[in-house]
């Protein structure tokens, strides 16, 4: 079936320093979106993409449907960044939403 | 085995009716949560709760209703149906509520209201 295999699923990182995490796909997908969740346990939505690659800030996420992979690289990071970052694609048909299980970062200083 | 089943798959019903979406979690968590998907629009939370007690509620209708028989479940009843209520609809829970903590989540129940 439809599988999002995400890593790491832990991280440490020391403020100021970034890293990447990352969504393979066992199948095609359409599209892939990236979440934290915040401490009321709400998913805010960081990236929708459907190819290529988006910035935002300190972020930017990079979306591959042939290579079945997606990107979340974090620059420079801060305390604030800290909680759990998931990813979710859509699959090629655009009927289901499937989930990574998740990567808990620690930023620390 | 999935650890975390919502019943049913999918779900049409006519507008006006009453419908309830079912989710159990055999993870042994203490949270859990309902999100929602509507097409062309990110995933939106709905509800939190944590030792079945409502934490958190980010819907602003009252149609819709989360209830929690039992620790390990939480099921969505949603009333007076309307066809902006069509989406998928995803439960989801995690050991506690705070925020450093996993997700994990049902496979969801596509809604269309007609």
């Known amino acids: 079936g439809d599988q999002v295999e995400q890593s790491p699923s832990a991280l440490s990182l020391h403020e100021g320093t970034g890293s990447a995490l990352r969504c393979n796909f066992t199948?095609?997908?359409?599209?892939v979106q990236w979440f934290r969740k915040n401490s009321r346990g709400s998913l805010i939505n960081l990236f929708y993409l459907a190819s290529g690659t988006k910035e935002n800030g300190r972020l930017k996420s990079a979306f591959d449907s042939k290579e079945r992979y997606s990107t979340l690289h974090i620059r420079d990071a801060q305390l604030e960044d800290s909680g759990t970052y998931f990813c979710a694609a859509e699959t090629s048909s655009g009927q289901k939403l499937v989930f990574g299980q998740g990567t808990i970062l620690k930023v620390y200083l | 085995d999935p650890k975390i089943i919502q019943k049913p798959k999918y779900l049409v019903a006519v507008t006006g009716s009453e419908k309830i979406l079912i989710c159990e979690q055999y993870?042994?968590?203490?949270?859990m949560y309902w999100y929602r998907q509507s097409a062309k629009k990110p995933l939106e939370f709905m509800f939190s709760y944590s030792y079945q007690k409502l934490m958190d509620n980010q819907t602003a209708s009252s149609r819709f209703q989360p209830q929690s028989s039992k620790k390990n479940h939480l099921d969505l009843q949603i009333t007076a149906l309307k066809p902006d209520d069509s989406a998928t609809y995803f439960c989801a829970s995690s050991q506690d509520r705070i925020s450093n903590e996993r997700l994990f989540f049902g496979h969801g129940t596509k809604l269309s209201v007609l």
């Open positions: 199948t095609t997908m359409r599209a």
């Open positions: 993870l042994g968590h203490n949270a």
